[in-house]
């Protein structure tokens, strides 16, 4: 029985609202973002010490914190990107948190969703963030530019606008190239290419979309996972995209409840995570068809979706599993955080035998 | 003894079991050295960026980057040294620890075997004073030698040529320079010149490439951009232009003060655009500043006399200021200018949404008589709506409801065949037809019908007048009723019995009904009956009692003819003769003995 474990290792209640918890990199510290009952942010941070976490530093802000990354800064500065419930992305330096590094008003409304590329030693170019907001729009920020976005992908004025709710960065395989592929509440996804600054794939997925994940930013686009309402999750094969039928996806019912995300694993890009609305988590690993591209009756190359198994899972709680950050210095070990205000720490063995 | 498949499971289970176990205590063994390798890790990491941050902060250079760099220290920049210039050591693990120690250790600052972890940027620290015209002075006596005199006119180039150097990514920019000569002799002292010539204007061609010296024509000096003073004034008019629009967006939202601030950074950067004053000053009127609008529309106008926005601003700003003479000759200046001027752009200046009290001069304002124009609040508006609701009503209708109506509709012509004239008084008061009242009234009432307000009296068929009147005007709605209220002559069918009214207005009564109605109102007060009853037409006393008189109505009459009509020596006979004429008068008389 060679399947992986997954093992609560330590359990922490806290006195507020989870929405986001991310390993600080290089380091044995994760942080926590949320809300408190009196509408004012979290931001603490604990460090794992010898079978538990102890809370090393507890930072109150005036608004409510939704998400943050630690994708786009440097392996030296690790400076937390936040989206606060205002539509403000600010930038934080944890070690001294009274004022933000960076602070951009760019959405009229909560950002949902945000991550970053290029920082950590993690793919090629310039260092960026993405924001997604209820106000339907996608942002790109440059740190070093100060205000406006970089770019903005939003809808046209007097059409309808749709909440996003998961953005995701990747094919950062070169300096030039990167896509932001966001994820909306009506089933949309779209897939925007940056270095054309143009639309370069869209779809509809029936359900809203909570969780979007390439595999791999840093490489040339792989695979896809869109997490939706309604139980259901879509992995894409990004490597062919056919002129009309766009990407092969496979499509996978989990959770009975919404999939309110799915993460990859550090070390291996073919196994991944995803967090249901039950309180559950199940490990999945992907294996590639034989042949990952053929031919369609019209002799236009389409991709092969491949098959999903399902190795590992575990209920943990009642209430959803928002988050879930796999450590990048230590496999196996991941933090997440669930609606009934814990933090948990896992532990996932034998990762190195799949 | 055979194990059987079950055990066998079992056993499988509990090895397994144990397996997992034990790698969970190996994993979490391994955890607690992790956690301490990682935490000296991170300790590295902070002293490291600790140090940085303290040469950064110590090296004050002048860095030759652009003045828009960004504000952070420690962001960095791609590297600028090109790839042949980089150091070729191969980076592997030890040795990469080795350089950097030694590099770091000593302080070396000139090698790029440094902070191999971060990106490097190269900065040269310049003397000032090393400008482009010493650079061509110097350029000129290494070439020419020291024998030439002459002075270079000027501190800034007289133009410019640049050229890409093929087949690689670099290019030249070729500063020339214009010098007075003195005298002496050229003495070419650099071996890479090889020859000299004075040339004219025109045998220039000969010699040098067409681009390269039509851009500076000795004839006409001023060509565009010939200088970069020049080239930053344009590029600030294109700032100043960004600015403006800017500060256009930030008026639309109606953030006013960021308006304002947009727009001055726009009036640093070009101080000869007139929009911005003016865009300015618009937004300081917004915000009711008039002094500060009124010196920045004279700015505007001293920049372009004929912008005729700016006149008007002006003039809405002395306004503002109180000046009203002087805002009246900017409004006239402003006018005569229009029709000098052609028509501005259509799109939507920030005049139009403004709401001042009076823009229009004297001069131009209506000569119509001021009309004095009745609120009325009215039930129905559309005249065309209501005859088609009509209509359709009358359409859905039973018969019998038909016929009702068409006796109601009889009776009420009665009513206002009889009082005709007032209605031809209140009509035009209000200015509302005929027509569409009684229409009006009509639909009321057959809406009424249509609702089955059940109303006990409405089914009768009695013949009394007043009861049907009252039945009727008791389903009056209230929408008709404001209208006539504010009219001092009624209308008389539908006067609503709202405590409001104040006893002076009580309309004449028509009816006896009416009449209980206002009693009501004026009983406790004499001296307002007295006034009611003026009014009323001794004839029409038979009409308004009916067929029998109250006796206290009839006791507060006397009372009232006593007291006031004697004294005010008014004859009061008809009033008393008609009176005699009610019906059962001289029953009531008798029930009340005290006459």
Known sequence: MDKPQIILHVQKSVNYTLFDTKWIPQSAKFVALGNYARGTGAIQIYEMDHGDVKLVKEIEKSKSLKCGTFGASSLQQRYLATGDFEGKMQIWNLESPELPVYSAKGHKEIINAIDGVAGLGIGEGAPEIVTGSRDGAVKVWDPRQKNDPVATMEPGEGEDKRDCWAVAFGHAYTKEDRCVCSGYDNGDIKLFDLRNMSLRWETNVKNGVCGLEFDRKDISMNKLVATTLESKFFVYDMRTQHPTKGFASLTEKAHKSTVWGAKHLPSNRDVFMTLGGNGSLNLWKYSYPSKRVTEDKDGIETGVAGTLNLLQNTTLSTQPISSYDWCQAKEGLAVCSSFDQTIRVLIVTKLNRI | ?595
Not at chain 2, 103 to 120: W, Y
Not at chain 2, 222 to 245: F, G, H, N, P, V
Not at chain 2, 578 to 595: E, Y
Request: net charge neutral; charged share 30%.
């Open chain 2, 1 to 595: 003894m055979a194990v059987s498949d079950h055990e066998k499971k079992m056993v499988q289970l509990q090895h397994d079991m144990r397996n997992s176990q034990k790698d969970l205590a190996d994993y979490l063994s391994d955890m607690t050295s992790w956690e301490d390798e990682i935490k000296q890790k991170e300790k590295q990491l902070l002293s490291q960026k600790q140090n940085t941050d303290e040469e950064l902060s110590k090296e004050k250079m002048v860095a030759q980057t652009e003045p828009s760099a960004s504000p952070y220290t420690g962001i960095v920049y791609p590297i600028t040294k090109p790839p042949h210039e980089r150091s070729k050591i191969k980076q592997d693990e030890k040795l990469k620890k080795k350089i950097q120690e030694a590099a770091d250790k000593s302080g070396d600052m000139k090698t790029t075997d440094r902070k191999l972890d971060r990106k490097l940027i190269l900065i040269v620290q310049q003397k000032l004073g090393n400008d482009l015209r010493w650079t061509a002075n110097k350029a000129l006596v290494n070439s020419c030698g020291n024998g030439l005199e002459s002075i270079i006119l000027g501190n800034a180039p007289c133009g410019y040529f640049k050229y890409k150097i093929p087949k690689t990514a670099d290019g030249v920019k070729m500063f020339f320079f214009k010098a007075c000569y003195k005298g002496g002799n050229v003495k070419l002292s650099d071996p890479s010149i090889k020859d000299y010539k004075w040339v004219t204007h025109d045998e220039l061609s000969e010699y040098m490439k067409p681009k390269s010296w039509d851009k500076f024509d000795v004839k006409s000096d001023s060509s565009e951009y010939e200088t970069d003073e020049e080239w930053e004034m344009e590029r600030k008019k294109q700032q100043a232009l960004i600015e403006k629009d800017r500060g256009n967006e930030l008026f639309k939202k109606g953030d006013y003060s960021s308006a304002i601030e947009a727009y001055t950074r726009g009036m640093t950067l070009d101080p000869t655009n007139p929009l911005l004053s003016a865009n300015r000053a618009m937004a300081l009127l917004k915000q009711e500043k008039y002094a500060a609008a009124e010196l920045d529309c004279v700015t505007a106008l001293s920049l372009d006399p004929l912008y005729v926005k700016a006149y008007l601003r002006r003039g809405s700003a002395r306004f503002g200021l109180k000046k009203f003479t002087e805002a009246k000759e900017d409004f006239e200046k402003e006018l005569s200018k229009e029709k000098m001027v052609a028509q501005t752009e259509p799109s939507a200046s920030p005049d139009t949404g403004i709401v001042y009290p009076i823009t229009k001069p004297p001069h131009e304002r209506s000569k119509k008589p001021l009309r004095r124009i009745e609120v009325e609040e009215v039930g129905v508006d559309d005249d065309e709506l209501q005859k088609a609701a009509i209509a359709k009503l009358i359409a859905n209708q039973s018969d019998t409801k038909k016929q009702m109506t068409q006796r109601d509709n009889q009776m009420f012509e009665q009513f206002t065949d009889s009082s005709d004239s007032v209605q031809k008084k209140v009509q035009n008061n209000i200015s509302m037809d005929d027509k569409s009242q009684t229409s009006r009234n009509k639909e009321n009432i057959s809406d009424k019908s249509h609702q089955n307000i059940v109303k006990p009296e409405f089914n009768l068929t009695s013949d009394q007048d007043s009861t049907v009147k009252t039945s009727r005007l008791k389903t009056v709605p209230k929408t008709t009723d404001t209208k006539l209220d504010l009219s001092s002559v009624s209308d008389s069918k539908h006067s609503d019995d709202s405590p409001s009214v104040s006893p002076r207005s009580l309309p004449v009564p028509q009816t006896s009904f009416q009449f209980q109605k206002d009693y009501k109102v004026v009983k406790n007060n004499l001296e307002a009956f007295y006034n009611y009853l003026k009014k009323i037409d001794p004839c029409q006393y038979q009409k308004l009692f009916g067929e029998s008189m109250d006796a206290e109505i009839l006791m507060k009459m006397l009372t009232v003819f006593k007291d006031y009509y004697i004294s005010s020596n008014e004859d009061f006979y008809p009033h008393l003769c008609n009176l005699t004429q009610v019906k059962r008068f001289s029953m009531t008389v008798i029930f009340d003995g005290t006459i």
